[in-house]
Protein backbone atom coordinates (compact mmCIF):
# COMPACT_ATOMS: atom_id res chain seq x y z
CA UNK A 1 0.00 0.00 0.00
CA UNK A 2 1.24 3.66 -0.71
CA UNK A 3 2.52 4.98 2.20
CA UNK A 4 2.30 8.53 1.70
CA UNK A 5 -1.53 7.69 1.43
CA UNK A 6 -1.33 6.10 4.78
CA UNK A 7 0.54 8.99 6.19
CA UNK A 8 -2.14 11.19 4.46
CA UNK A 9 -5.48 8.85 6.38
CA UNK A 10 -3.01 8.89 9.73
CA UNK A 11 -3.62 12.73 10.27
CA UNK A 12 -7.32 11.92 10.37
CA UNK A 13 -7.25 8.48 12.06
CA UNK A 14 -5.38 7.77 15.63
CA UNK A 15 -5.50 3.57 15.04
CA UNK A 16 -7.07 2.15 12.60
CA UNK A 17 -6.98 -1.29 10.63
CA UNK A 18 -6.83 -0.43 6.68
CA UNK A 19 -7.46 -3.64 3.67
CA UNK A 20 -6.24 -2.76 0.45
CA UNK A 21 -8.71 -3.41 -2.21
CA UNK A 22 -6.26 -3.80 -4.57
CA UNK A 23 -4.48 -6.56 -2.24
CA UNK A 24 -7.50 -8.70 -1.94
CA UNK A 25 -8.03 -8.34 -5.59
CA UNK A 26 -4.69 -9.89 -6.52
CA UNK A 27 -4.92 -12.48 -3.67
CA UNK A 28 -8.25 -13.56 -4.74
CA UNK A 29 -7.00 -13.86 -8.92
CA UNK A 30 -4.56 -16.04 -7.15
CA UNK A 31 -6.93 -18.63 -6.22
CA UNK A 32 -8.90 -18.50 -8.98
CA UNK A 33 -5.52 -19.50 -11.17
CA UNK A 34 -4.65 -22.09 -8.54
CA UNK A 35 -8.47 -23.92 -8.23
CA UNK A 36 -9.69 -22.92 -12.17
CA UNK A 37 -13.12 -24.17 -12.25
CA UNK A 38 -13.66 -24.82 -8.34
CA UNK A 39 -15.77 -22.85 -6.29
CA UNK A 40 -13.99 -20.30 -3.52
CA UNK A 41 -15.65 -19.66 -0.92
CA UNK A 42 -14.51 -16.50 1.24
CA UNK A 43 -14.21 -17.63 5.13
CA UNK A 44 -16.22 -14.46 6.67
CA UNK A 45 -14.98 -15.16 10.39
CA UNK A 46 -11.27 -13.88 9.83
CA UNK A 47 -12.43 -10.31 8.80
CA UNK A 48 -16.42 -9.54 8.10
CA UNK A 49 -16.11 -5.91 7.20
CA UNK A 50 -18.54 -4.71 5.17
CA UNK A 51 -16.10 -4.00 2.34
CA UNK A 52 -14.11 -6.89 2.49
CA UNK A 53 -17.31 -9.07 1.90
CA UNK A 54 -18.34 -7.23 -1.01
CA UNK A 55 -14.91 -6.85 -2.39
CA UNK A 56 -15.02 -11.11 -2.12
CA UNK A 57 -18.38 -11.54 -2.99
CA UNK A 58 -18.38 -9.07 -6.38
CA UNK A 59 -15.74 -11.29 -7.85
CA UNK A 60 -17.61 -14.39 -7.40
CA UNK A 61 -16.91 -16.30 -4.02
CA UNK A 62 -19.10 -17.74 -2.10
CA UNK A 63 -19.07 -17.91 1.84
CA UNK A 64 -17.99 -19.91 4.76
CA UNK A 65 -20.22 -19.14 7.45
CA UNK A 66 -19.48 -20.29 10.75
CA UNK A 67 -22.68 -18.69 12.53
CA UNK A 68 -26.34 -18.24 11.74
CA UNK A 69 -24.68 -14.09 12.14
CA UNK A 70 -22.44 -15.18 9.59
CA UNK A 71 -24.87 -16.24 7.31
CA UNK A 72 -26.77 -13.27 7.66
CA UNK A 73 -24.11 -11.11 7.10
CA UNK A 74 -23.40 -12.97 3.55
CA UNK A 75 -27.09 -12.54 2.91
CA UNK A 76 -27.02 -8.52 3.85
CA UNK A 77 -24.15 -8.47 1.60
CA UNK A 78 -25.85 -9.69 -1.21
CA UNK A 79 -25.22 -13.21 -1.55
CA UNK A 80 -27.42 -15.70 -2.60
CA UNK A 81 -28.66 -18.74 -0.25
CA UNK A 82 -27.06 -21.49 -3.02
CA UNK A 83 -23.75 -19.69 -2.20
CA UNK A 84 -23.78 -19.73 1.35
CA UNK A 85 -22.49 -22.41 3.49
CA UNK A 86 -22.84 -22.66 7.20
CA UNK A 87 -20.45 -25.23 8.86
CA UNK A 88 -19.65 -25.05 12.50
CA UNK A 89 -20.21 -26.92 15.99
CA UNK A 90 -22.82 -26.51 18.54
CA UNK A 91 -25.32 -24.69 16.13
CA UNK A 92 -28.68 -24.67 18.64
CA UNK A 93 -32.02 -25.27 16.97
CA UNK A 94 -32.77 -21.28 17.21
CA UNK A 95 -29.18 -21.01 14.92
CA UNK A 96 -30.91 -23.85 12.64
CA UNK A 97 -34.27 -22.77 12.29
CA UNK A 98 -33.25 -18.95 11.88
CA UNK A 99 -30.72 -19.84 8.31
CA UNK A 100 -33.77 -22.86 7.10
CA UNK A 101 -33.72 -21.75 3.08
CA UNK A 102 -31.18 -19.28 3.27
CA UNK A 103 -28.43 -21.36 3.10
CA UNK A 104 -26.87 -24.45 2.95
CA UNK A 105 -26.14 -26.02 6.45
CA UNK A 106 -23.58 -28.68 7.18
CA UNK A 107 -24.51 -30.56 9.88
CA UNK A 108 -21.54 -31.13 12.23
CA UNK A 109 -22.16 -34.28 13.93
CA UNK A 110 -24.61 -37.11 13.22
CA UNK A 111 -26.66 -36.23 16.52
CA UNK A 112 -26.93 -32.41 14.41
CA UNK A 113 -28.37 -34.24 11.41
CA UNK A 114 -30.88 -36.03 13.84
CA UNK A 115 -31.68 -33.05 15.32
CA UNK A 116 -31.66 -31.11 11.86
CA UNK A 117 -34.21 -33.98 10.48
CA UNK A 118 -36.55 -33.38 13.50
CA UNK A 119 -36.87 -29.42 12.95
CA UNK A 120 -37.45 -29.95 9.53
CA UNK A 121 -40.15 -32.88 9.81
CA UNK A 122 -42.04 -30.72 12.43
CA UNK A 123 -42.38 -27.75 9.70
CA UNK A 124 -42.60 -30.50 7.20
CA UNK A 125 -39.89 -29.12 5.03
CA UNK A 126 -37.27 -30.70 2.93
CA UNK A 127 -33.60 -29.40 2.62
CA UNK A 128 -30.30 -30.48 1.78
CA UNK A 129 -27.65 -30.63 4.25
CA UNK A 130 -24.07 -31.37 3.96
CA UNK A 131 -21.85 -33.14 6.70
CA UNK A 132 -18.17 -32.04 7.80
CA UNK A 133 -16.12 -35.46 8.10
CA UNK A 134 -13.58 -36.40 10.46
CA UNK A 135 -12.02 -38.38 8.28
CA UNK A 136 -9.62 -41.67 8.30
CA UNK A 137 -6.67 -39.34 7.23
CA UNK A 138 -4.59 -36.56 8.63
CA UNK A 139 -2.80 -33.79 7.32
CA UNK A 140 0.20 -35.11 7.85
CA UNK A 141 -0.31 -39.02 6.67
CA UNK A 142 -0.13 -39.48 10.98
CA UNK A 143 -2.67 -41.39 12.62
CA UNK A 144 -6.12 -40.17 12.11
CA UNK A 145 -7.08 -38.48 15.27
CA UNK A 146 -10.12 -37.67 17.27
CA UNK A 147 -11.64 -34.29 16.80
CA UNK A 148 -14.17 -32.11 18.10
CA UNK A 149 -15.20 -30.87 14.41
CA UNK A 150 -17.16 -33.12 12.39
CA UNK A 151 -18.15 -36.72 12.09
CA UNK A 152 -15.77 -39.36 11.91
CA UNK A 153 -15.69 -41.08 8.51
CA UNK A 154 -16.55 -44.63 9.42
CA UNK A 155 -19.91 -43.50 11.43
CA UNK A 156 -21.15 -41.00 8.58
CA UNK A 157 -20.90 -44.11 6.40
CA UNK A 158 -22.47 -46.17 8.78
CA UNK A 159 -25.10 -43.93 9.29
CA UNK A 160 -25.77 -43.39 5.86
CA UNK A 161 -26.27 -46.89 5.18
CA UNK A 162 -28.71 -47.58 7.89
CA UNK A 163 -30.46 -44.43 8.97
CA UNK A 164 -32.97 -42.40 6.65
CA UNK A 165 -33.61 -39.33 7.70
CA UNK A 166 -36.81 -38.15 5.65
CA UNK A 167 -36.18 -34.17 6.03
CA UNK A 168 -32.52 -33.74 6.12
CA UNK A 169 -30.59 -35.62 3.05
CA UNK A 170 -27.22 -35.49 3.29
CA UNK A 171 -25.92 -34.45 -0.25
CA UNK A 172 -22.39 -32.73 0.15
CA UNK A 173 -18.97 -33.31 2.50
CA UNK A 174 -16.94 -31.30 4.36
CA UNK A 175 -13.34 -31.52 5.46
CA UNK A 176 -11.35 -29.19 7.15
CA UNK A 177 -8.52 -30.69 8.79
CA UNK A 178 -5.51 -27.56 9.18
CA UNK A 179 -5.00 -23.79 8.77
CA UNK A 180 -1.63 -22.15 7.37
CA UNK A 181 0.01 -24.46 5.26
CA UNK A 182 3.09 -23.05 3.17
CA UNK A 183 3.61 -26.40 1.55
CA UNK A 184 2.03 -26.71 -1.45
CA UNK A 185 2.95 -30.80 -1.71
CA UNK A 186 1.21 -31.22 1.48
CA UNK A 187 -1.81 -29.50 0.18
CA UNK A 188 -2.29 -31.10 -2.72
CA UNK A 189 -2.22 -34.44 -0.54
CA UNK A 190 -4.47 -33.53 1.46
CA UNK A 191 -6.80 -32.53 -1.61
CA UNK A 192 -6.00 -36.01 -3.21
CA UNK A 193 -7.27 -37.83 -0.03
CA UNK A 194 -10.51 -35.56 -0.13
CA UNK A 195 -11.20 -36.18 -2.93
CA UNK A 196 -10.79 -40.30 -2.73
CA UNK A 197 -13.45 -39.33 0.26
CA UNK A 198 -15.77 -38.31 -1.92
CA UNK A 199 -15.29 -40.96 -4.48
CA UNK A 200 -16.07 -43.51 -1.68
CA UNK A 201 -19.38 -41.25 -0.90
CA UNK A 202 -20.45 -41.19 -4.39
CA UNK A 203 -19.86 -44.84 -4.78
CA UNK A 204 -21.82 -45.82 -1.85
CA UNK A 205 -24.62 -42.53 -2.12
CA UNK A 206 -24.22 -41.24 -5.37
CA UNK A 207 -22.61 -38.21 -6.85
CA UNK A 208 -22.62 -35.51 -4.12
CA UNK A 209 -23.63 -31.78 -4.98
CA UNK A 210 -21.40 -30.85 -3.40
CA UNK A 211 -17.47 -31.35 -2.28
CA UNK A 212 -16.08 -28.83 0.06
CA UNK A 213 -12.47 -29.13 0.67
CA UNK A 214 -11.88 -26.81 3.36
CA UNK A 215 -8.77 -24.50 3.66
CA UNK A 216 -5.22 -25.13 4.87
CA UNK A 217 -4.15 -22.30 2.30
CA UNK A 218 -1.77 -20.46 4.34
CA UNK A 219 -0.79 -16.35 3.83
CA UNK A 220 2.54 -15.68 3.55
CA UNK A 221 4.06 -14.81 7.02
CA UNK A 222 7.85 -14.43 8.02
CA UNK A 223 8.98 -15.70 4.56
CA UNK A 224 7.63 -18.74 4.12
CA UNK A 225 5.38 -18.53 1.00
CA UNK A 226 3.00 -21.01 -0.73
CA UNK A 227 4.03 -21.64 -4.29
CA UNK A 228 0.67 -21.67 -5.94
CA UNK A 229 2.26 -22.68 -9.30
CA UNK A 230 3.00 -26.34 -7.95
CA UNK A 231 -0.50 -26.09 -6.12
CA UNK A 232 -2.11 -25.10 -9.31
CA UNK A 233 -0.71 -27.62 -11.42
CA UNK A 234 -1.49 -30.37 -8.79
CA UNK A 235 -5.18 -29.34 -8.45
CA UNK A 236 -5.58 -29.39 -11.85
CA UNK A 237 -5.11 -32.78 -12.45
CA UNK A 238 -6.87 -33.80 -9.58
CA UNK A 239 -9.67 -31.98 -9.18
CA UNK A 240 -10.37 -32.81 -13.12
CA UNK A 241 -10.13 -36.30 -12.96
CA UNK A 242 -12.69 -35.77 -9.92
CA UNK A 243 -14.37 -33.93 -12.52
CA UNK A 244 -14.53 -36.13 -15.26
CA UNK A 245 -16.25 -39.09 -13.48
CA UNK A 246 -19.04 -36.43 -11.45
CA UNK A 247 -19.18 -33.35 -13.18
CA UNK A 248 -22.29 -31.84 -11.65
CA UNK A 249 -20.51 -32.13 -8.42
CA UNK A 250 -19.37 -29.17 -7.50
CA UNK A 251 -15.64 -28.48 -5.83
CA UNK A 252 -15.12 -26.51 -3.29
CA UNK A 253 -12.30 -24.68 -1.88
CA UNK A 254 -12.40 -22.27 1.37
CA UNK A 255 -9.81 -19.17 2.42
CA UNK A 256 -10.04 -16.58 4.39
CA UNK A 257 -6.30 -15.59 5.47
CA UNK A 258 -4.81 -16.19 2.20
CA UNK A 259 -7.57 -13.57 0.49
CA UNK A 260 -7.27 -10.95 3.46
CA UNK A 261 -4.20 -11.29 5.59
CA UNK A 262 -1.62 -9.04 3.08
CA UNK A 263 -4.17 -6.75 2.41
CA UNK A 264 -4.65 -5.44 5.98
CA UNK A 265 -2.56 -2.57 7.61
CA UNK A 266 -2.60 -2.22 10.98
CA UNK A 267 -1.17 2.25 12.19
CA UNK A 268 -1.17 3.23 15.72
CA UNK A 269 0.64 6.86 16.43
CA UNK A 270 3.30 7.22 18.95
CA UNK A 271 1.91 9.07 21.95
CA UNK A 272 4.94 8.99 23.87
CA UNK A 273 8.55 8.02 24.23
CA UNK A 274 11.00 7.68 27.08
CA UNK A 275 14.05 6.27 28.62
CA UNK A 276 14.05 3.69 31.44
CA UNK A 277 17.29 2.94 32.63
CA UNK A 278 19.21 2.84 29.40
CA UNK A 279 16.23 0.83 27.59
CA UNK A 280 14.20 3.01 25.10
CA UNK A 281 10.55 2.59 25.00
CA UNK A 282 7.89 3.76 22.46
CA UNK A 283 4.38 4.05 23.75
CA UNK A 284 1.66 3.25 20.68
CA UNK A 285 -1.71 3.70 20.93
CA UNK A 286 -3.93 0.84 20.65
CA UNK A 287 -1.97 -2.37 20.31
CA UNK A 288 -2.75 -5.17 22.91
CA UNK A 289 -6.00 -3.49 23.27
CA UNK A 290 -6.90 -3.23 19.32
CA UNK A 291 -4.78 -5.71 17.44
CA UNK A 292 -4.38 -8.25 20.53
CA UNK A 293 -2.39 -10.75 18.11
CA UNK A 294 1.46 -9.30 18.16
CA UNK A 295 1.52 -8.77 22.10
CA UNK A 296 -0.19 -12.42 22.24
CA UNK A 297 2.71 -13.66 20.08
CA UNK A 298 5.54 -12.06 22.03
CA UNK A 299 3.93 -13.32 25.01
CA UNK A 300 3.99 -17.05 23.59
CA UNK A 301 7.87 -16.44 22.09
CA UNK A 302 8.58 -15.29 25.59
CA UNK A 303 7.59 -18.44 27.63
CA UNK A 304 7.60 -20.68 25.10
CA UNK A 305 10.80 -23.25 25.59
CA UNK A 306 11.16 -23.87 21.71
CA UNK A 307 12.51 -21.05 19.30
CA UNK A 308 10.04 -22.13 16.91
CA UNK A 309 6.71 -23.38 18.58
CA UNK A 310 4.40 -24.62 16.50
CA UNK A 311 1.68 -22.37 15.56
CA UNK A 312 -2.38 -22.52 17.00
CA UNK A 313 -4.53 -20.66 14.85
CA UNK A 314 -5.97 -17.81 14.60
CA UNK A 315 -4.52 -17.01 17.71
CA UNK A 316 -0.81 -17.93 17.00
CA UNK A 317 0.96 -18.02 13.72
CA UNK A 318 4.35 -18.26 15.23
CA UNK A 319 7.26 -15.32 16.14
CA UNK A 320 7.65 -13.61 12.52
CA UNK A 321 4.06 -13.50 11.69
CA UNK A 322 4.49 -9.55 11.98
CA UNK A 323 6.67 -6.86 10.37
CA UNK A 324 7.04 -3.33 12.25
CA UNK A 325 7.54 -0.94 9.89
CA UNK A 326 8.61 2.80 10.91
CA UNK A 327 8.09 4.67 7.86
CA UNK A 328 10.97 7.59 8.03
CA UNK A 329 13.68 5.65 5.76
CA UNK A 330 15.50 9.50 6.13
CA UNK A 331 16.67 9.07 9.51
CA UNK A 332 19.22 7.34 11.93
CA UNK A 333 18.37 3.97 13.13
CA UNK A 334 17.50 3.30 17.04
CA UNK A 335 16.87 0.16 19.44
CA UNK A 336 13.20 0.82 20.94
CA UNK A 337 10.93 -1.17 22.39
CA UNK A 338 7.64 -1.07 20.95
CA UNK A 339 4.65 -1.01 23.83
CA UNK A 340 1.09 -0.21 24.24
CA UNK A 341 -1.21 2.32 25.97
CA UNK A 342 -2.67 -0.04 28.00
CA UNK A 343 -2.09 -0.52 31.28
CA UNK A 344 -0.58 -3.90 31.53
CA UNK A 345 3.20 -4.91 31.22
CA UNK A 346 1.64 -7.67 28.74
CA UNK A 347 1.08 -4.69 26.25
CA UNK A 348 5.00 -5.20 24.45
CA UNK A 349 4.21 -5.84 20.65
CA UNK A 350 8.34 -5.84 19.84
CA UNK A 351 11.34 -6.05 22.60
CA UNK A 352 14.82 -4.21 21.60
CA UNK A 353 14.10 -4.11 17.44
CA UNK A 354 16.09 -1.51 15.58
CA UNK A 355 13.91 0.79 13.68
CA UNK A 356 14.24 4.72 12.27
CA UNK A 357 13.90 6.66 15.33
CA UNK A 358 10.35 7.79 16.38
CA UNK A 359 9.04 10.80 17.69
CA UNK A 360 5.94 11.63 19.52
CA UNK A 361 3.35 11.74 16.39
CA UNK A 362 4.50 9.59 14.28
CA UNK A 363 3.43 6.48 13.18
CA UNK A 364 4.17 2.74 13.16
CA UNK A 365 2.71 0.26 10.87
CA UNK A 366 2.35 -3.80 11.49
CA UNK A 367 1.70 -5.38 8.97
CA UNK A 368 -0.22 -8.65 7.90
CA UNK A 369 -3.43 -7.10 9.77
CA UNK A 370 -6.44 -7.87 7.59
CA UNK A 371 -6.98 -11.38 9.01
CA UNK A 372 -7.95 -12.53 12.68
CA UNK A 373 -6.91 -9.56 13.66
CA UNK A 374 -9.79 -6.19 14.74
CA UNK A 375 -12.35 -9.18 15.09
CA UNK A 376 -9.71 -11.38 17.88
CA UNK A 377 -9.13 -8.29 19.71
CA UNK A 378 -10.79 -6.90 23.10
CA UNK A 379 -11.43 -3.49 21.66
CA UNK A 380 -13.03 -2.35 24.65
CA UNK A 381 -10.91 -3.04 27.53
CA UNK A 382 -10.43 -0.47 29.90
CA UNK A 383 -12.52 2.17 27.98
CA UNK A 384 -9.74 2.70 25.40
CA UNK A 385 -10.79 4.20 22.15
CA UNK A 386 -11.44 1.44 19.23
CA UNK A 387 -9.39 1.06 16.88
CA UNK A 388 -11.35 1.85 13.13
CA UNK A 389 -11.37 -0.15 9.84
CA UNK A 390 -10.72 1.40 6.87
CA UNK A 391 -11.72 0.36 3.47
CA UNK A 392 -9.24 1.58 0.66
CA UNK A 393 -11.28 0.57 -2.30
CA UNK A 394 -10.25 -0.15 -5.93
CA UNK A 395 -11.09 3.69 -7.19
CA UNK A 396 -8.47 5.19 -4.14
CA UNK A 397 -12.18 5.93 -2.08
CA UNK A 398 -11.92 5.38 1.85
CA UNK A 399 -15.10 3.15 2.85
C1 LIG B 1 -11.57 -20.79 9.80
C2 LIG B 1 -11.94 -21.74 8.76
C3 LIG B 1 -11.54 -21.52 7.45
C4 LIG B 1 -10.65 -20.39 7.03
O1 LIG B 1 -9.32 -20.69 7.30
P1 LIG B 1 -8.16 -19.77 6.73
O2 LIG B 1 -6.95 -20.36 7.34
O3 LIG B 1 -8.43 -18.36 7.19
O4 LIG B 1 -8.19 -19.85 5.24
C5 LIG B 1 -12.00 -22.39 6.47
N1 LIG B 1 -12.81 -23.43 6.78
C6 LIG B 1 -13.19 -23.67 8.04
C7 LIG B 1 -14.09 -24.81 8.31
C8 LIG B 1 -12.76 -22.84 9.07
O5 LIG B 1 -13.13 -23.10 10.33
Do not use: W
Not at 17 to 26: A, G, S
Not at 40 to 58: D, E, H, Q, T
Not at 318 to 347: K, Q, S
Amino acid sequence: MDINRIKAIAREHESFYVYDENRIENNISALKRCFAGADILYSIKCNPNKGVLKAAFSRGLGADAASAGEVEAALDAGLEPENIFYSSPGKTDEDILSVLRRCTIIADSLSEVRRIDELLTERNERADIGIRINPNFSFDSSAPAPSKFGADENAVFDFMRHNACNHARIKGIHVHLKSQETNAEALAGYHKNVLNLAERFADEFGEPDFVNMGSGIGASLGGSALDMDLLGAAAKESFSRFRQKHPSTRLMVESGRYIVCSAGTYVAHVADKKVSLGKTYVILTGTLNAFLRPALARLIMKYSISANPAGSEPLFSGADAFEFIAPYDDRPIETVTLAGNVCTACDIVAEDIELPRLERGDIVLISNAGSYAAVLSPNQFSFQRKAEELFLSKSGNIE
